[in-house]
């Protein structure tokens, strides 16, 4: 029979060693001064950040700032964290590059649309502002190579010229699993799009075939992004993701477009998205869709904004000066001149207005990431 007195000292010892943070994260609410402690207790219980507490923040030193953003729970740290970059007492660069390690995903106030869930480090970079683009270059160094399993890693590869350094690190990012699910689905597409477009920065022959498949198993989930990298870097392989797209997809938009007040704007791509993606392909195949296109759009009298979107897709091929789609603009061409005589009609009903263009102070402004 065991002497559970024998294993009872080995057995405390690894749980209080299992519990403890690889960061030094130790601190508890205890460890803090009487009068904080129920404001801490309350944002522990509410566990969300930006909420609960505002006042209480103004009173906290910069040294207990400093062993929170070190505390057990991670609603604290990140609360912490946040403010330690609105004070000028502490040095902001420091505290993001020291904080990238922080995995912990905590919700976040959004105001009306709810909450968002994001890991710590990912807010820091969301929230923080660099005052050089070399300080920024330093920092997305070191996500790239050191952190590229964070959300920012992703989004960053929309904005970032490619360099050759970075290649295989964004090769890897696009073809490994993200975010499975319990039977094996890809759950984390919304990311992975990022790291193919910056992929297709890079215009290797070889990386096509990749973001061709990745696009057809995942159809439903492109966003603006994937529209936006097909219309930038066109290949003829594409012609099966726009085909696919345009049976399965195209026709169930909801008509929220991405930039509408509908909230998170990554996750949804909009008809025009579709339209002027297509329109830049220049093929054959192109213009075959867009004229099966053009002849279905104002059968789906149910979406509201079909109007806008079929002279969107007019306007593409009537601008598009490519002779591949010389037959079709003469096809249209009755269609795109009513719409232009109506904007002309507009635009002198309008000619006397002033814009308004206010004066907006950027001195201040600093680089986002």
Same mark, same amino acid.
């Given at each position: 029979?065991?002497?559970?007195?024998?294993?009872?000292?080995?057995?405390?010892?690894?749980?209080?060693?299992?519990?403890?943070?690889?960061?030094?994260?130790?601190?508890?609410?205890?460890?803090?001064?009487?009068?904080?402690?129920?404001?801490?207790?309350?944002?522990?219980?509410?566990?969300?950040?930006?909420?609960?507490?505002?006042?209480?923040?103004?009173?906290?030193?910069?040294?207990?700032?400093?062993?929170?953003?070190?505390?057990?729970?991670?609603?604290?740290?990140?609360?912490?964290?946040?403010?330690?970059?609105?004070?000028?007492?502490?040095?902001?660069?420091?505290?993001?590059?020291?904080?990238?390690?922080?995995?912990?995903?905590?919700?976040?106030?959004?105001?009306?649309?709810?909450?968002?869930?994001?890991?710590?480090?990912?807010?820091?970079?969301?929230?923080?502002?660099?005052?050089?683009?070399?300080?920024?270059?330093?920092?997305?160094?070191?996500?790239?190579?050191?952190?590229?399993?964070?959300?920012?890693?992703?989004?960053?590869?929309?904005?970032?010229?490619?360099?050759?350094?970075?290649?295989?690190?964004?090769?890897?990012?696009?073809?490994?699993?993200?975010?499975?699910?319990?039977?094996?689905?890809?759950?984390?597409?919304?990311?992975?799009?990022?790291?193919?477009?910056?992929?297709? !920065?890079? %215009?290797? &022959?070889?990386?096509?075939?990749?973001? $061709?498949?990745?696009?057809?198993?995942?159809?439903? *989930?492109?966003? /603006?992004?994937?529209?936006?990298?097909?219309?930038?870097?066109?290949?003829?392989?594409?012609?099966?993701?726009?085909?696919?797209?345009?049976?399965?997809?195209?026709?169930?938009?909801?008509?929220?477009?991405?930039?509408?007040?509908?909230?998170?704007?990554?996750?949804?791509?909009?008809?025009?998205?579709?339209?002027?993606?297509?329109?830049?392909?220049?093929?054959?195949?192109?213009?075959?869709?867009?004229?099966?296109?053009?002849?279905?759009?104002?059968?789906?009298?149910?979406?509201?904004?079909?109007?806008?979107?079929?002279?969107?897709?007019?306007?593409?091929?009537?601008?598009?000066?490519?002779?591949?789609?010389? !037959?079709? %603009?003469? &096809?249209?061409?009755?269609?795109?001149? $009513?719409?232009?005589?109506?904007?002309?009609?507009? *635009?002198?009903? /309008?000619?006397?207005?002033?814009?308004?263009?206010?004066?907006?102070?950027?001195?201040?402004?600093?680089?986002?990431?």
């Amino acid at each position: 029979m065991l002497n559970l007195r024998r294993l009872y000292a080995p057995l405390l010892t690894i749980l209080l060693f299992s519990c403890k943070s690889n960061h030094g994260n130790h601190y508890l609410i205890q460890d803090f001064r009487k009068s904080l402690q129920p404001y801490l207790a309350l944002i522990v219980s509410k566990d969300i950040v930006g909420v609960y507490g505002y006042n209480m923040w103004k009173i906290v030193t910069d040294e207990e700032l400093i062993r929170l953003s070190k505390s057990e729970h991670p609603v604290l740290r990140a609360s912490a964290l946040r403010v330690m970059l609105d004070r000028k007492s502490f040095n902001h660069f420091d505290v993001v590059m020291n904080h990238l390690d922080d995995t912990a995903i905590v919700a976040y106030d959004v105001g009306e649309f709810g909450v968002s869930w994001r890991m710590i480090s990912d807010d820091l970079l969301k929230k923080y502002r660099w005052e050089s683009s070399q300080s920024l270059n330093k920092t997305i160094e070191l996500v790239l190579t050191k952190y590229n399993y964070l959300r920012s890693a992703y989004t960053i590869l929309l904005e970032i010229a490619p360099q050759e350094k970075y290649y295989s690190l964004i090769k890897e990012m696009a073809t490994r699993p993200r975010r499975l699910s319990y039977d094996g689905y890809e759950m984390g597409f919304d990311d992975i799009e990022y790291a193919l477009y910056g992929l297709a !920065k890079f %215009r290797k &022959k070889e990386d096509v075939k990749i973001i $061709k498949e990745k696009f057809l198993k995942n159809y439903y *989930r492109m966003s /603006f992004v994937s529209f936006r990298l097909m219309k930038e870097f066109p290949d003829t392989a594409y012609t099966d993701v726009f085909k696919k797209y345009h049976r399965l997809r195209f026709y169930r938009f909801s008509g929220d477009d991405k930039d509408g007040f509908t909230g998170n704007d990554d996750n949804r791509a909009s008809s025009t998205d579709f339209i002027t993606a297509l329109a830049a392909q220049n093929s054959p195949s192109s213009a075959e869709l867009f004229d099966t296109l053009l002849n279905r759009i104002p059968k789906f009298t149910c979406n509201l904004n079909i109007g806008w979107v079929e002279d969107h897709a007019l306007m593409e091929i009537w601008n598009t000066k490519d002779p591949v789609y010389e !037959k079709l %603009r003469n &096809k249209i061409s009755f269609r795109a001149r $009513k719409y232009l005589k109506f904007q002309e009609k507009f *635009r002198d009903a /309008f000619k006397d207005i002033q814009p308004y263009n206010p004066s907006i102070d950027t001195t201040g402004e600093h680089i986002r990431w």
